[in-house]
């Protein structure tokens, strides 16, 4: 990416999705888990998303679909059964 102004974004960006892998491995082992705040920073991401130029914003989405995807796995992970 040769946008230094998205660099930080997308640092937080990897960052979550470390914070949700980690999660997912500690639900996983049968161990409870924490998630007050991650909303703020889910907003937060989304706000600092919506300051970037369009074409920086749009370069965000594989590693916000990566997100996602550890979202709907640590969701899975919490649901009972």
């Keep these: 990416m040769s946008m230094p102004e998205a660099v930080p974004t997308l640092t937080a960006i990897e ?3 470390g914070t949700l892998a980690m999660a997912r491995a500690l639900v996983d082992s049968g161990r ?3 998630l007050v705040g991650l909303d703020g920073g889910a907003a ?7 300051l970037l130029p369009r074409e920086q914003g749009r370069t965000m989405l594989p590693a916000l679909l990566s997100l996602v995807a550890e979202i709907d796995g640590l969701r899975c992970a919490l649901q009972p059964g």
């Design 15 to 17: 960052s979550m999705r």
């Design 32 to 34: 409870q888990v924490d």
């Design 44 to 50: 937060a991401l989304c706000a600092a998303i919506s």
